[in-house]
């Protein structure tokens, strides 16, 4: 029997969903916004970068201090039906306690929920968690929408959870950000901590979470940053993608945001490519939990009557792990062993994986794409193709490809980002890779 696919996005909605048992480690999150899917019905006439206008509303949500945050998990539920208003408007919001490296840094640390859009151009509500600096340096912060990489399905993953509990894989990236005393706003995506299954690696959705989440941010009452201030957008792996179409979509649908600069690392830009290549590798896994993402999102596609009987368990225990937990099972596992169909090539789910797969709108700002030569979670060759297409497109692109480097190890480019990102900031103009050819950056 169907299980996510089966039922409307509205009706995911309203289905009470428990916070799943299992939690996140430090540095598990490194993998790709891997995919088997995407597919053809409503919306796929759209340019692969066009924005989704934002959904026309008379009326505004309730913002920050208006409407009391639920206590404990019931935070994540957004009211039914989801109130009025544009993307970017608060539900509500809760202070918390900075965790881990945070304390000392003198940041506060705010959870809110927040109105964004899906991949088909509906309503829907997003978790996520804003950085702030300290309160002198807010009216000239720059706000970064941070991405992150992969955690897993289940809820317990969600940054906004791991923030809350000094577990997050990515604290490092905050860290560094809080230093140069930026704001950072980091979205949960949709479904990772909110009812319904994760979009995992839907390009649509996950740039539209991004974008929201600064807009979030700008509008917090308290939080003291200012409506025009300067945005950038980073991520690596599932985050590069997210950051990228980030960048993507703003011109369209974000387009009161004075976005300067991106900065995308592990980059999976070609879906069909990227699933190719981790087939019957150690992150297999990963491609059944973009299957699950691409079903969430486009309520057309039926994975779950694809899986052989043998599997159905451990595919439902994918939308409850963490990645720690999640990809061994699968682990040099074909596709093929485990789906009665080769959803990958079938024609409604190429045309989907087309339709979040980047390039074909470019970003009007400068990005920085970095990449290791010898990844094999996101495969290098069709990051560097991307690279090439902006450039053929005339965008300002800085790329960085590291010798001999693999997936695990290129995320840790943080100083050369918050260079990048000062430097767009301040107004410096970026030097571009695009009009000569860079030779192959050694660690």
């Known amino acids: 029997m169907p299980?996510?696919?089966?039922?409307?996005?509205?009706?995911?909605?309203?289905?009470?969903r428990r916070v799943k048992p299992l939690a996140c480690t430090r540095r598990a999150g490194l993998a790709t916004g891997l995919v088997l899917a995407a597919a053809a019905c409503g919306g796929v006439g759209q340019p692969a970068g066009a924005g989704t206008p934002p959904p026309a509303s008379p009326a505004a949500v309730l913002h920050h201090g208006q409407v009391p945050?639920?206590?404990?998990?019931?935070?994540?539920?957004?009211?039914?039906?989801?109130?009025?208003?544009?993307?970017?408007d608060i539900l509500w919001s809760r202070k918390i306690a900075s965790t881990g490296q945070l304390p000392g840094l003198g940041v506060e640390v705010v959870q809110m929920l927040y109105l964004s859009t899906d991949a088909l151009g509906r309503p829907d509500a997003v978790s996520g968690t804003v950085i702030l600096p300290s309160a002198a340096?807010?009216?000239?912060?720059?706000?970064?929408?941070?991405?992150?990489?992969?955690e897993g399905l289940g809820d317990t993953c969600a940054p906004s959870r791991t923030i809350a509990a000094g577990t997050f894989d990515w604290t490092d990236h905050l860290v560094a950000?809080?230093?140069?005393?930026?704001?950072?706003?980091?979205?949960?995506?949709?479904?990772?901590?909110?009812?319904?299954?994760?979009?995992?690696?839907?390009?649509r959705s996950e740039g539209h979470a991004v974008l929201d989440a600064v807009r979030a941010a700008q509008r917090l009452r308290g939080a003291g940053l200012r409506a025009d201030t300067k945005v950038a957008f980073w991520g690596y792996s599932q985050g590069g993608g997210a950051a990228t179409w980030a960048g993507q979509l703003a011109p369209a649908y974000a387009p009161e945001l004075r976005s300067v600069a991106v900065a995308a690392g592990g980059v999976p830009a070609d879906l069909t490519k990227v699933s190719e290549a981790v087939d019957g590798r150690p992150w297999a896994g990963a491609e059944l939990m973009s299957a699950i993402g691409f079903a969430a999102a486009y309520p057309e596609l039926?994975?779950?009557?694809?899986?052989?009987?043998?599997?159905?368990?451990?595919?439902?225990?994918?939308?409850?792990?963490c990645i720690k937990q999640a990809l061994p099972p699968f682990a040099g596992k074909h596709v093929r062993d485990i789906l009665t169909a080769d959803l990958l090539h079938a024609p409604p789910w190429q045309a989907r994986l087309t339709q979040n797969s980047l390039g074909a709108t470019p970003p009007t700002v400068p990005i920085l794409l970095y990449h290791g030569t010898a990844d094999t979670v996101v495969a290098f060759d069709q990051a560097e193709a991307l690279a090439r297409r902006y450039c053929a497109e005339g965008v300002d692109v800085t790329w960085r490809p590291y010798a001999g480097e693999v997936?695990?190890?290129?995320?840790?480019?943080?100083?050369?980002?918050?260079?990048?990102?000062?430097?767009?900031?301040?107004g410096t103009p970026a030097t571009p890779s695009c009009l000569r050819e860079v030779p192959t950056e050694k660690p």
């Open 177 to 203: 950000a809080a230093r140069h005393g930026w704001a950072v706003a980091v979205t949960d995506y949709e479904g990772l901590g909110t009812p319904g299954d994760h979009t995992y690696s839907v390009g």
């Open 302 to 321: 039926r994975f779950d009557d694809a899986v052989q009987p043998a599997f159905r368990p451990a595919v439902q225990r994918l939308r409850t792990e």
């Open 3 to 16: 299980l996510a696919v089966a039922v409307t996005a509205e009706e995911r909605r309203a289905m009470a």
């Open 137 to 150: 340096a807010r009216s000239t912060a720059p706000v970064v929408g941070f991405a992150t990489g992969t």
């Open 407 to 426: 997936h695990g190890d290129a995320w840790n480019h943080i100083d050369t980002v918050t260079s990048y990102l000062t430097d767009r900031f301040a």
């Open 69 to 88: 945050a639920p206590e404990g998990d019931a935070f994540y539920a957004p009211p039914l039906p989801l109130p009025h208003g544009q993307p970017g």
